[in-house]
């Protein structure tokens, strides 16, 4: 495995030996309060470059220093869709941070580079699971209809407008339609341009990739909550109804969407690296976060 592997996996180790040490024997004060602060965004990247370096070693492909002009693509493509669901957050307030640095330029440079995690994280999980399982994830899909395309761009605008025009005593209620809209909104959307779609996949009976995003989506979950239980900066989540398990601070109940979040981040960048192409006059683009995973009949020009 190449060398920025182990230091991902080196970055990790360390961060959860400071944080331990600091608050048991008071060691390395300043290095202790950086650490405990920044301690999610931390390990995330340590994470990144470990799941890089071992899909390079297994497929002789690396992501990062293989396509480094989209690899920054994707970092602000995943702070940008991200803070749609901060924005919605400023209405349903379903989490709050905690312990934020006073300095606001600490806090925005902190916040990109934690928010820059999600897309590599989630996709890069998907691929590693896939390689460990050999699946072959995309087949030739079957185009959907016109109908059908509209029909499911008019159930995203609904499952997205729905918090906007609700009254605001509902909005703590309706996260479920946030955390599934822009998959019915952007999927026929990717399909139209030719990009890969979730919704031609599951017509032609492939629920492999489907499958293995979700399950990157439940891995990626419990990572961000066992890390965030780690942080002193953190997120808690303001949940309007009584909650019995959790999962660290997630209910059980709102975990559950971990799944849906990682198809919806598929959508999302999808129809980021469809406009850039297009936009841009870029004749190809790197396989994105499948090139450690096995394929079927796909080729991304």
């Known amino acids: 495995m190449a060398w920025y592997g182990w230091t991902g996996l080196v970055i990790i180790a360390l961060a959860k030996v400071v944080r331990w040490a600091g608050d048991r024997y008071d060691v390395l004060p300043l290095l202790h309060r950086w650490v405990a602060t920044w301690f ?4 995330w990247w340590g994470y990144i470059l470990f799941l890089d ?10 992501f ?6 989209e690899f920054f693509f994707m970092l602000v493509a995943s702070n940008v869709c991200w803070l749609i669901f901060e924005d919605y957050n400023l209405l349903l307030r379903n989490w709050v941070y905690l312990n934020l640095p006073e300095s606001l330029v600490e806090e925005w440079v902190g916040a990109f580079f934690a928010y820059a995690t999600i897309f590599p994280g989630i996709f890069w999980t998907a691929s590693a699971i896939a390689r460990v399982l050999d699946i072959p994830l995309l087949t030739v899909a079957r185009p959907l209809s016109a109908r059908a395309r509209w029909l499911s761009i008019g159930i995203g605008l609904v499952l997205l407008l729905a918090p906007l025009a609700a009254p605001g005593r509902y909005w703590p209620y309706l996260f479920a339609p946030v955390w599934l809209g822009f998959i019915f909104l952007l999927d026929p959307v990717n399909e139209r341009l030719g990009g890969v779609s979730l919704l031609a996949q599951a017509k032609a009976r ?20 066992y890390w965030n239980s780690w942080a002193e900066t953190r997120w808690v989540y303001t949940i309007p109804f009584p909650t019995i398990f959790r999962i660290f601070e997630m209910p059980v109940l ?12 598929f959508c999302m ?11 841009f006059r870029r ?19």
């Open 206 to 225: 492939n629920f492999q990739w489907i499958g293995t995003l979700m399950a990157a989506g439940y891995v990626c979950g419990f990572l961000w909550e």
């Open 64 to 69: 990062i220093r293989g396509y480094p002009g």
């Open 40 to 43: 999610t965004p931390i390990v």
């Open 254 to 265: 709102g975990f559950l969407g971990f799944g849906p979040f990682a198809l919806e981040c």
């Open 283 to 301: 004749p190809r683009m790197a396989e994105a976060f499948l090139v450690g995973a096995p394929m079927r009949s796909l080729v991304w020009h």
């Open 53 to 62: 370096a071992w899909l390079a070693r297994r497929t002789r492909r690396s």
């Open 269 to 279: 960048y999808e129809t980021c690296r469809l406009v850039w192409r297009r936009t």
